[in-house]
């Protein structure tokens, strides 16, 4: 593992983001790169994945029954490595900066609630989280691991070889093992409508929760990029909105990023080397 504080094309950034972080009031804003040491990979970093088949989109779900099944049976799969997917250093050095009272908040683009198992307390998920099931129906919100249950109890034959998991939770499955596969409705009014919790390709970020986080960008003293490209709207916007209000921003990403001409820091190293430097 490299040293990330002998390297000398490095000690000027990390030296500027512990400057950054003792000052306090910081905002995290991390994205899938963070948990790709905890075995989840990203789609745009150096252990990014291409998909063979496009990511569900809203419009699919709520339309298509066999669109429905083809997304259950392949996030029935990669819900299991998604639950046993367990925190990195990066996550807990995250967690260690807010218990340090470094921080005036968390915003994730990521699904996999592992900034919450590293002991993170006060984490806005942007994209929504995995471990949630929502009725787009009635509104009714259930434990993922419920679902997961019934699904289990309908499926008890169902197998299939991964052909590789996706950062949303879902995986590569062949065609052919998705026949059969039955999915389960919402227990409160019975709708098939039945989804994760997560912000699909071409849904909305609800709006209070995207207020909760220009909230955040306003109170912040700095922004701290982690793990993310910021390719998707979604998370840039607050980037865009705290460079342009004067509010320092610092990344930490393995490869190019969409913020970097906004960035008075950039660091581009793993994050489970360069954070934990910056907690200890």
């Not at 005036?104 to 984490?123: K, Y």
């Not at 942007?126 to 259930?142: I, K």
């Not at 991964?162 to 227990?187: H, K, R, S, W, Y």
């Not at 709708?191 to 955040?216: H, I």
């Amino acid at each position: 593992m490299t040293d990330v504080l002998a390297d000398p094309r490095l000690t000027d950034g990390v030296a500027a983001l512990r400057t950054l972080l003792a000052g306090g009031d910081v905002l995290v804003l991390s994205g899938a790169g963070l948990s790709t040491e905890s075995g989840i990979p990203d789609y745009r970093g150096p252990t990014g994945t291409l998909r063979r088949n496009a990511p569900m989109t809203y419009h699919s779900f709520v339309t298509d029954p066999a669109a429905r099944q083809r997304y259950w049976a392949r996030s029935y799969v990669g819900w299991r490595q998604i639950v046993d997917a367990r925190p990195n250093a990066g996550h807990h050095a995250v967690a260690a900066f807010e218990s340090a009272d470094l921080l005036c908040g968390i915003v994730t683009q990521n699904v996999d609630g592992l900034h919450q198992a590293a002991g993170a307390r006060e984490v806005v998920e942007l994209h929504g989280g995995l471990d949630r099931t929502l009725c787009v129906e009635c509104g009714h919100r259930a434990p993922r691991a419920a679902l997961d249950q019934r699904l289990s109890a309908l499926n008890p034959d169902f197998g299939a070889q991964v052909q590789g998991i996706n950062p949303d939770g879902d995986v590569e499955l062949p065609d052919a093992a998705l026949d059969g596969f039955v999915t389960a409705g919402c227990t409160a009014c019975g709708s098939d409508l039945l989804k994760p919790d997560v912000v699909f390709f071409g849904e909305n970020v609800p709006p209070a929760r995207v207020r909760r986080c220009f909230d955040l960008v306003d109170r912040a003293r700095g922004i701290l990029v982690l793990g993310s490209s910021l390719a998707v709207l979604s998370g840039f916007r607050f980037v865009r909105a705290a460079a342009g209000r004067g509010i320092p921003v610092a990344i930490v990403n393995q490869g190019p990023t969409r913020g970097d001409d906004l960035a008075s820091v950039r660091v581009d190293a793993p994050l489970g080397e360069v954070l934990p430097s910056l907690a200890g």
